[in-house]
Every structure is written in C-alpha cells, then in structure tokens.
C-alpha cells in the first residue's frame, strides 16, 4: 500500500509541475492561481518526503 501512495503523490506532483508552466506560459498568468499551485506542490513535496522516509507528519 505504502509505494501506490508514493505513486499517487508523485503523479500529482508531476500534474502540479505540469499546471504551473501551463499558467506561466499564458499571456497574463492568473498570480492567485500560481500561489496556489505552487503552495500545493510543496505540500506534496513534503508528503512525499515523509512517506519515503517512513514518518507521519506532524500536523498542528
């Protein structure tokens, strides 16, 4: 079960990527939407890092 999250987390941090150089590309890129996005990719960055290492993260 623990590589179909990495697999899934992955997936959607390439999908991210994919989404923000879309946005960059466009003649007047949406700025609220990149924040988000961007936001987004590293939170998942962040999962994939503790799922790899075999730790929960810590939430407050």
């Known amino acids: ?3 179909i999250r ?3 987390l992955r997936n959607e ?3 991210l990527d994919h989404e ?3 946005e960059e590309r ?3 890129p949406d700025i609220e939407r990149l924040r988000e996005l ?3 990719k590293l939170a998942v ?4 890092f503790f799922a790899e290492a075999g730790l ?3 939430r407050f």
Not at 45 to 48: L, M, V, Y
């Open 45 to 48: 960055k962040d999962q994939i």
């Open 38 to 40: 961007k936001r987004r």
């Open 20 to 22: 923000i150089r879309r």
């Open 56 to 58: 929960s993260p810590v």
């Open 26 to 28: 466009r003649g007047h």
């Open 13 to 15: 941090h390439r999908w």
């Open 1 to 3: 079960m623990h590589h």
């Open 6 to 8: 990495l697999y899934r």
